[in-house]
């Protein structure tokens, strides 16, 4: 029997994290976290990180492995998913991989550009801008220095402040647009996979989001971000459940304000997941479980 990969993909909060164990313990296997934030060990709160208990029943991957200081892209996902895969392939014959990070399941699965290294002093100076100038400076200077690329990404994408940033990166340290480097072909990958999608009624997603912000203040993540303020300029940082706290700790917002700030933002991030996972027709949609 070829190998497997199946790959659990849908927007946050839809309980892919359960199901997916559910899935690893059937399968008798170990699970790759496709996550581009719970990577991250110092954040915990509000990356909706698994639970203590949760990473107990599976072993997990790629969750808590890399510093918000460390450079973590599509590429260094694909070279760590894709050696992770093989060993537990050879070892169970199945894997499970679960995220909702599109860009980095589509690394996995079909590998990702050759784009050249960029200085990352270019990097560096561009997420200061963000941080003093906004989105609306990062969306005005890709207008500008790279039309090609704003003309063809949609409504999500113009809002993603990690996609512009990088596109804005690669234009400035190689005087070309990023789409110059995405024309190459899919990748062979030695195994089968298998994409389930979950989904739920929109309205039930949604209040569930807003519950799941709640608790995650309840749990402690005003503190969590107070301490991470010093490095509030790094692009780990620059993240729904983060960003939504600056104008309080500057005495310009109530803490309702932040919080109902976090919640409309993690529905506009789910809605944007979902406009990914739909146009990929491999996807197996599934009826989530309450």
């Keep these: 029997m070829t190998p497997t990969v199946y790959i659990v993909?849908?927007?946050?909060?839809?309980?892919?994290?359960?199901?997916?164990?559910?899935?690893?313990?059937?399968?008798?296997?170990e699970i790759i976290s496709a996550d581009a934030r719970q990577c991250?060990?110092?954040?915990?709160?509000?990356?909706?990180?698994?639970?203590?208990?949760?990473?107990?029943?599976?072993?997990?991957?790629?969750?808590?492995?890399?510093?918000?200081?460390?450079?973590?892209?599509a590429g260094v996902f694909e070279q760590y998913a894709l050696e992770k895969a093989d060993q537990l392939l050879n070892q169970f014959g199945a894997a499970v991989m679960v995220g909702g990070t599109g860009l980095y399941i589509k690394a996995f699965e079909e590998g990702m550009d050759q784009i050249p290294a960029?200085?990352?002093?270019?990097?560096?100076?561009?997420?200061?801008?963000?941080?003093?100038?906004?989105?609306?400076?990062?969306?005005?200077?890709?207008?500008?220095?790279d039309p090609e690329y704003w003309a063809q990404a949609d409504q999500g994408e113009q809002q993603n402040t990690q996609r512009l940033s990088r596109a804005l990166e690669v234009v400035i340290g190689t005087g070309q647009s990023i789409l110059?480097?995405?024309?190459?072909?899919?990748?062979?990958?030695?195994?089968?996979?298998?994409?389930?999608?979950l989904e739920m009624p929109r309205e039930q997603l949604y209040d569930r989001i807003n519950q799941r912000v709640v608790e995650m203040v309840q749990m402690g993540l005003e503190q969590e971000v107070s301490a991470l303020r010093p490095q509030f300029h790094l692009n780990a940082l620059q993240t729904v459940g983060y960003q939504e706290w600056l104008p309080y700790f500057e005495g310009q917002q109530s803490k309702d304000a932040v919080i109902q700030a976090i919640q409309q933002n993690t529905r506009h991030f789910a809605k944007r997941q979902m406009t990914w996972f739909k146009k990929d027709a491999e996807i197996n949609w599934h009826q989530a479980s309450s």
């Design 9 to 29: 993909v849908g927007p946050t909060a839809v309980g892919k994290t359960k199901y997916a164990i559910q899935l690893a313990k059937k399968l008798k296997t």
């Design 40 to 73: 991250y060990q110092e954040l915990n709160i509000g990356v909706a990180r698994p639970s203590m208990e949760e990473l107990a029943q599976v072993k997990h991957h790629f969750i808590a492995s890399h510093s918000i200081n460390d450079t973590v892209n």
């Design 118 to 145: 960029i200085d990352p002093a270019i990097r560096s100076q561009i997420q200061q801008d963000i941080a003093l100038k906004g989105i609306d400076w990062l969306q005005a200077q890709l207008q500008t220095m």
């Design 180 to 197: 110059r480097f995405q024309q190459q072909s899919k990748k062979h990958r030695p195994f089968n996979v298998q994409k389930i999608g």
